[in-house]
């Protein structure tokens, strides 16, 4: 049986402002409230903005805010339903992302069958998460997930084909394909294009041969503690269901966009790090330590840079951070850790916090693979597919109930 199938996907109708629909991922600008307020203040009533917990509010919020909020996501996927917003696409969708930078992402609109996906170091799934995960950051998820109707994905899984595989033949043939969406995305996101793919059953038995007989297929790259919020809700939820509901139980299958793992248009980007409310020559003292090697770390505080000599191999550099981290962490309660998508943003969050910026090697996407079928998972945040503008907009729905 194939791991991955021909998804039921839901897209608002002819009508609807899909430059003020789609919203970037939430996991997104953690640390800049700007970049939310400006967001909320460009959607209207009909957004994917209100069907989604942006990570930024969690901070400080009570339970009762919370509540609230997801109270309101599920209401409103409801009054979405009930107004016939949408239509349905039962094929793959074939997505054109250019970037920011004027590059081009070619991805597939897929369902994962989540019988196959552990996030957990294991090497019988045959979709693997890529990084650990944080467990605390999946109550928040599942808890939305437990009462709502829709689901929407900001998830990109690789497949580790040639550089001229399978994706990239079916976009030479774009032109064939009906468009179903084609607009510039909000914030900066760049423009995005969307085609249904007319011979999804072909495309699904390319797919499936490219990787038959491997024990690991996909990757999920990013959007990882959604998939798994996604899998833990479904091992609550198959409980209760007999062997026939749960083979056909929309909810056990989860949406994500395909990508190759070496096309052109695919780049991996350092996740850097802040680290909020410690001395600084504590900070740095304990870091040069506890690092050596032929490569380096750079750190900033208050507009200075100092360098901290690190090994040559990115990998090596991001374990040794996550552990070190950790430890630090628990020496030091009082400090707190953020992770940050791009060299500017790093720039304007330590400006406006006083944090220490520690600025993450960039890991080579050709050692993506090798790693996780060896070590299992890499440390969390090790690396991103794109800048922070770069990442999945949500776009597409489905229904999970």
């Given at each position: 049986?194939?791991?991955?199938?021909?998804?039921?996907?839901?897209?608002?109708?002819?009508?609807?402002?899909?430059?003020?629909?789609?919203?970037?991922?939430?996991?997104?600008?953690?640390?800049?409230?700007?970049?939310?307020?400006?967001?909320?203040?460009?959607?209207?009533?009909?957004?994917?903005?209100?069907?989604?917990f942006p990570e930024?509010?969690?901070?400080?919020?009570?339970?009762?805010?919370?509540?609230?909020?997801?109270?309101?996501?599920?209401?409103?996927?409801?009054?979405?339903?009930?107004?016939?917003?949408?239509?349905?696409?039962?094929?793959?969708?074939?997505?054109?992302?250019?970037?920011?930078?004027?590059?081009?992402?070619?991805?597939?609109?897929?369902?994962?069958?989540?019988?196959?996906?552990?996030?957990?170091?294991?090497?019988?799934?045959?979709?693997?998460?890529?990084?650990?995960?944080?467990?605390?950051?999946?109550?928040?998820?599942?808890?939305?997930r437990r009462g709502?109707?829709?689901?929407?994905?900001?998830?990109?899984?690789?497949?580790?084909?040639?550089?001229?595989?399978?994706?990239?033949?079916?976009?030479?043939?774009?032109?064939?394909?009906?468009?179903?969406?084609?607009?510039?995305?909000?914030?900066?996101?760049?423009?995005?294009?969307?085609?249904?793919?007319?011979?999804?059953?072909?495309?699904?038995?390319?797919?499936?041969?490219?990787?038959?007989?491997?024990?690991?297929?996909?990757?999920?790259?990013?959007?990882?503690?959604?998939?798994?919020?996604?899998?833990?809700?479904?091992?609550?939820?198959?409980?209760?269901?007999?062997?026939?509901?749960?083979?056909?139980?929309?909810?056990?299958?989860?949406?994500?966009?395909?990508?190759?793992?070496?096309a052109e248009g695919?780049?991996?980007?350092?996740?850097?790090?802040?680290?909020?409310?410690?001395?600084?020559?504590?900070?740095?003292?304990?870091?040069?330590?506890?690092?050596?090697?032929?490569?380096?770390?750079?750190?900033?505080?208050?507009?200075?840079?100092?360098?901290?000599?690190?090994?040559?191999?990115?990998?090596?550099?991001?374990?040794?951070?996550?552990?070190?981290?950790?430890?630090?962490?628990?020496?030091?309660?009082?400090?707190?850790?953020?992770?940050?998508?791009?060299?500017?943003?790093?720039?304007?969050?330590?400006?406006?916090?006083?944090?220490?910026?520690?600025?993450?090697?960039?890991?080579?996407?050709?050692?993506?693979?090798?790693?996780?079928?060896?070590?299992?998972?890499?440390?969390?945040?090790?690396?991103?597919?794109?800048?922070?503008?770069?990442?999945?907009?949500?776009?597409?729905?489905?229904?999970?109930?």
């Amino acid at each position: 049986m194939s791991t991955i199938l021909i998804p039921h996907l839901l897209l608002p109708r002819k009508g609807c402002d899909f430059n003020k629909w789609a919203v970037i991922a939430c996991d997104q600008f953690t640390s800049q409230r700007d970049y939310w307020q400006r967001l909320d203040a460009t959607c209207g009533d009909v957004s994917t903005l209100r069907l989604i917990f942006p990570e930024y509010y969690l901070g400080g919020a009570d339970e009762a805010a919370i509540d609230g909020r997801v109270a309101a996501i599920h209401a409103r996927m409801e009054d979405y339903l009930a107004a016939d917003l949408f239509e349905q696409v039962d094929d793959f969708v074939l997505v054109e992302r250019t970037l920011p930078t004027g590059g081009v992402r070619v991805g597939l609109v897929v369902a994962i069958d989540l019988e196959e996906y552990d996030y957990r170091p294991s090497r019988a799934a045959k979709i693997r998460a890529t990084e650990a995960t944080v467990e605390s950051r999946l109550p928040i998820r599942v808890r939305i997930r437990r009462g709502a109707a829709l689901e929407l994905s900001h998830a990109l899984a690789l497949v580790d084909d040639s550089p001229e595989g399978v994706l990239e033949r079916l976009y030479q043939k774009r032109a064939e394909l009906p468009l179903l969406y084609d607009f510039e995305l909000n914030m900066g996101g760049g423009h995005v294009r969307g085609y249904r793919v007319t011979d999804s059953p072909a495309v699904l038995a390319a797919l499936d041969n490219l990787v038959a007989g491997k024990e690991f297929q996909y990757a999920v790259g990013d959007g990882n503690h959604s998939i798994a919020a996604a899998k833990t809700y479904w091992d609550e939820l198959r409980q209760d269901l007999d062997p026939v509901a749960a083979a056909h139980h929309p909810a056990r299958y989860c949406t994500c966009e395909l990508v190759n793992l070496n096309a052109e248009g695919l780049t991996f980007h350092p996740i850097h790090r802040v680290v909020y409310d410690v001395d600084f020559d504590a900070f740095l003292a304990a870091l040069s330590q506890r690092f050596a090697g032929e490569g380096r770390l750079d750190v900033r505080y208050e507009g200075r840079t100092y360098t901290v000599p690190a090994p040559s191999d990115p990998t090596r550099t991001i374990e040794q951070m996550a552990a070190f981290l950790g430890d630090f962490c628990r020496s030091h309660p009082q400090a707190k850790v953020d992770y940050i998508h791009g060299e500017a943003h790093l720039e304007s969050v330590l400006q406006a916090t006083h944090g220490i910026g520690v600025l993450m090697p960039s890991m080579p996407k050709n050692a993506l693979f090798p790693y996780v079928a060896a070590h299992g998972i890499l440390p969390k945040k090790a690396f991103s597919l794109g800048e922070a503008e770069e990442k999945r907009y949500y776009i597409e729905a489905k229904l999970i109930r």
